[in-house]
C-alpha cells in the first residue's frame, strides 16, 4: 500500500516561529506574522497539492478560524487536495453533521475527509455550551456517529439516548463517497469508540515503541468489535539536505522561544483533561533539556504548542527512515506540518517523498512523480571581470 500524506493549514496564523495554541493554552495566544487569509492559505493548500500531499488537516478551536467555513472557500482554490475538517459533535446535531458533509461531498467532488474531536478540555467546552464531563462527552460522540453514519446509509433514524435524540431523521442526499472518519484519543474512554467508528486512527508522535503499544491496544478492541482500522500520525517535520541544517533549524526555533511563555504555556497545559496531551507533557517535562526523545524525533514544539507536540527532524534519508520505521508498525497515513507551512512543505515534498517513492513506499496522488530538488551547490564568489 502507498503511504498517504497529508498537510496542515494554520488557520490561526503562520511564522517563521512555533506559533503557540490549542489545548489549554489561553485565546489569543495564537496568531504569527502571517495572517490566515484565504490568499496565504490557498497558497499553502495549492502548493501541497502540487507536491502530492492527498489532504490538508484544519484544526477546530477557539484559537483557529472555523474549519467548515474556511475548507470550503479554500476548496475553490485547489482542483484535487482533500480537507481534513476537524469538528467537535457536541456542538452541532448529528443529523446537521450528515447533512453538512453531504453538501460538502458534492459541491467539492468528494474532497471531504473528517476528524472527530471530541474535546479534552471542558473549560472550552463550556464556553461553546457544552457542560458534560470527558466521559460523557465520549459516551455523546459515540451515539453522534452511530446516527451519523445511520444516515449516510440512507436510512431513517429514531434515536433517544443519554445525550443524542432524533426522530424521523433522514437524508435528502446522501454523500458519495462516505467520508472517511479520522479518530484520535488516548484515554480509556476513547479507545472503545474509535474502534467502533473511525476508519483511521490517529495518535500524536510518540517514540515508535509507545506507538506500538497503541496501535496494539486499538487492534484488540477493533478486533473484538469486528472491524478493521487504519492507522495515522500526526507530527511537525523539520527536514533539510544534511541533518546538521535540520538540527540547527530546530535550535533556531527553540532560541526563539522565551523562558517565561514556555512555563506560561506548560502551566496551561498541565491542567489539560486529555490523555494524549498528558502524554505529550511526559516526553519532555517542561525542559529545553533533552528534546531529542528518540532518534530523529524533537519534543520541543511542544514547549508552546498544545497538541501535537513532537517533530521528525534530520536530512532527508533520516526523516525518511524514520517514516519507514512507523510503517513497519502499520501506520499508513502521515500528518504533517512545519514553520512555517509553506516553506516546510517544498522541504519535505522536494526532499523526503521522492526518497520514499525510490523506495516503492509513496507514489504521487495525480500519478505525476514528486519534484526532486537538485543538490545543494556551495556558493563560490567568482572575481569581477576587469571594467576598462
Given at each position: 500500500?502507498?503511504?498517504?500524506f497529508?498537510?496542515f493549514?494554520?488557520?490561526?496564523?503562520?511564522s517563521?516561529?512555533?506559533?503557540?495554541?490549542?489545548?489549554g493554552?489561553p485565546?489569543?495566544?495564537?496568531?504569527g506574522?502571517?495572517?490566515?487569509?484565504v490568499?496565504y492559505?490557498?497558497?499553502?493548500?495549492?502548493?501541497a497539492?502540487?507536491?502530492?500531499f492527498?489532504?490538508?488537516l484544519?484544526?477546530?478551536?477557539?484559537?483557529c478560524?472555523d474549519?467548515w467555513?474556511?475548507t470550503?472557500?479554500?476548496?475553490?482554490?485547489t482542483?484535487?487536495?482533500?480537507?481534513?475538517?476537524?469538528f467537535?459533535?457536541g456542538l452541532l446535531s448529528?443529523?446537521?453533521?450528515?447533512?453538512?458533509?453531504?453538501?460538502?461531498?458534492?459541491?467539492?467532488?468528494?474532497?471531504l475527509?473528517l476528524?472527530?474531536?471530541?474535546?479534552?478540555?471542558?473549560?472550552?467546552?463550556?464556553?461553546?455550551?457544552?457542560?458534560l464531563?470527558?466521559d460523557?462527552?465520549y459516551t455523546r460522540t459515540?451515539?453522534?456517529l452511530?446516527?451519523?453514519?445511520a444516515?449516510w446509509?440512507g436510512?431513517?433514524?429514531?434515536h433517544?439516548?443519554?445525550?443524542?435524540?432524533?426522530?424521523g431523521?433522514?437524508?435528502?442526499?446522501?454523500?458519495?463517497p462516505?467520508?472517511?472518519i479520522y479518530?484520535?484519543?488516548?484515554s480509556a474512554a476513547?479507545?472503545?469508540?474509535?474502534?467502533?467508528?473511525?476508519?483511521?486512527?490517529?495518535?500524536?508522535?510518540?517514540p515508535?515503541?509507545?506507538?506500538?503499544?497503541?496501535?496494539?491496544?486499538?487492534?484488540?478492541?477493533?478486533?473484538?468489535?469486528?472491524?478493521e482500522?487504519?492507522?495515522?500520525?500526526r507530527?511537525?517535520?523539520?527536514?533539510r539536505?544534511?541533518?546538521?541544517?535540520?538540527?540547527?533549524?530546530?535550535?533556531?526555533?527553540?532560541?526563539?522561544?522565551?523562558?517565561?511563555?514556555?512555563?506560561?504555556v506548560?502551566?496551561?497545559?498541565?491542567?489539560s483533561?486529555?490523555?494524549?496531551?498528558?502524554?505529550m507533557?511526559d516526553?519532555h517535562?517542561g525542559s529545553?533539556?533533552?528534546?531529542e526523545?528518540?532518534?530523529?524525533?524533537w519534543?520541543?514544539v511542544g514547549?508552546v504548542?498544545?497538541?501535537a507536540?513532537?517533530?521528525l527532524v534530520?536530512s532527508?534519508?533520516?526523516v525518511?527512515?524514520?517514516?519507514?520505521?512507523?510503517?513497519?508498525?502499520?501506520?499508513d497515513?502521515?500528518i504533517?506540518?512545519?514553520?512555517?507551512?509553506?516553506?516546510?512543505?517544498?522541504?519535505f515534498?522536494?526532499?523526503?517523498?521522492?526518497?520514499l517513492r525510490?523506495?516503492?513506499?509513496w507514489?504521487?496522488?495525480?500519478g505525476?512523480?514528486?519534484?526532486e530538488a537538485?543538490a545543494?551547490?556551495?556558493?563560490?564568489?567568482?572575481p569581477?571581470?576587469?571594467r576598462g
Open positions: 500500500m502507498s503511504l498517504t497529508h498537510w493549514l494554520p488557520t490561526y496564523g503562520d517563521r516561529a512555533i506559533v503557540g495554541g490549542g489545548h493554552v485565546v489569543g495566544t495564537a496568531g506574522a502571517r495572517p490566515a487569509s490568499a492559505l490557498g497558497q499553502i493548500a495549492r502548493s497539492e502540487q507536491l502530492g492527498a489532504g490538508a484544519t484544526p477546530t478551536g477557539a484559537w478560524e474549519a467555513l474556511a470550503a472557500m479554500l476548496a475553490e482554490a482542483e484535487r487536495l482533500k480537507f481534513l475538517v476537524a467537535r459533535p448529528p443529523t446537521l453533521a450528515a447533512q453538512m458533509a453531504s453538501t460538502f461531498q458534492r459541491l467539492s467532488g468528494g474532497r475527509l476528524n472527530v474531536v471530541t474535546g479534552g478540555e471542558s473549560t472550552e467546552q463550556r464556553a461553546y455550551g457544552d457542560f464531563d470527558k460523557a462527552r459515540d451515539e453522534f452511530h446516527v451519523v453514519r444516515l446509509r436510512e431513517t433514524v429514531d433517544d439516548g443519554a445525550h443524542v435524540r432524533v426522530e431523521a433522514r437524508l435528502g442526499r446522501v454523500p458519495d462516505v467520508p472517511p479518530f484520535g484519543g488516548s476513547a479507545g472503545p469508540v474509535a474502534a467502533r467508528h473511525s476508519d483511521v486512527y490517529l495518535t500524536w508522535g510518540e515508535p515503541a509507545q506507538v506500538a503499544g497503541k496501535l496494539d491496544w486499538i487492534r484488540g478492541l477493533a478486533g473484538a468489535a469486528g472491524r482500522v487504519r492507522y495515522g500520525i507530527l511537525h517535520v523539520i527536514s539536505d544534511t541533518a546538521d541544517e535540520a538540527w540547527a533549524q530546530a535550535r533556531k526555533l527553540l532560541d526563539g522561544i522565551a523562558s517565561d511563555d514556555i512555563r506560561a506548560q502551566e496551561g497545559l498541565r491542567r483533561e486529555s490523555e494524549g496531551q498528558r502524554r507533557l516526553l517535562g529545553r533539556d533533552s528534546l526523545i528518540a532518534p530523529n524525533l519534543a520541543g514547549l504548542r498544545g497538541g507536540g513532537t517533530a534530520g532527508h534519508t533520516e525518511a527512515d524514520r517514516i519507514a520505521e512507523y510503517h513497519a508498525l502499520g501506520i497515513e502521515f504533517l506540518s512545519g514553520h512555517p507551512h509553506l516553506e516546510e512543505a517544498y522541504w515534498g522536494e526532499g523526503v517523498l521522492p526518497i525510490r523506495r516503492g513506499l507514489r504521487h496522488p495525480a505525476e512523480p514528486a519534484t537538485p545543494a551547490v556551495p556558493f563560490s564568489p567568482q569581477m571581470p576587469a
